[in-house]
DNA sequence: GACCAGGCACATC
DNA sequence: GATGTGCATGGT
């Protein structure tokens, strides 16, 4: 268990990417599919909100005028994999009308923002939370700015680094005041935690398939196994 | 059938 | 400020 050094988160990702190699986050091809996508990721497997996001291509809505003129009936049906898709297609309405206003449909103006007064612009917006916000700003916008999720917590808990009830903003200063800021670090650290805590490690009482080794000994497990600490 | 996945808003105490 | 609840699909 550890002390939350610098050096010691930096082993922790250094182990994650050499076990998982790159996971070469946001899979989106655009800066607007990837806002579109974190809100259509919220609680709920990437494989629900993948789906989402290419009937929304498929029919030809991922393009910011086109988006914000569709209807939210229709934008609900087809994101239906993406789960609460009625509270889902009215977050991509409200995002919809303060972008257009804000921004007249420019993403490059709203990526010139400074990153403080947009992270508080956005998350002001009904439905949008920390997670969401700092997921637009470091994977649609490429803004140093650590996500922060339930997986976080968890792992930094379990590895000993923070109290496992600190609020978002805690956290998020525990990663940021540890951890050079460098987007294309920050990207992938928040996608290896990611990576390890989904659906890899099954949470069973002796559940040993735990998969980052380091020396041939399973070091962590997001679930909370007691067999497999260092 | 149970469990949970890349959250958030709102009510209540 | 802490805790509980609605939202409401689809994969394992």
Redesign the pocket.
Known sequence: MGDGSPEELMDFYSILLINYGHQN???AETPFETII??IL?????????S?AISNLINAGLLEPVKLAQENTDNI?GLI????????KAQKIKVFMDWFLQRFDAELMLMEKEPTNSLREELIN?????????D?ILL?GLNKPIFVV???TRRIGKRQGWFDG?LS?NDIQDFFMKRIFKNVPLYNDFH?QI?RL???ICK?KPNCNICPVKKEGKHILCVYGCNQIIE
């Open positions: 986050w946001w899979p996508g974190a990721a919220q609680n709920v497997s990437w494989t629900g909100a789906k609900a239906r994999s993406s789960r609460y898709y009625n509270q917006l009904k439905g949008f939370g920390p997670e969401t916000v997921s994977y999720d339930a997986y009830n978002y996608a990611v805590g989904n659906k949470p």
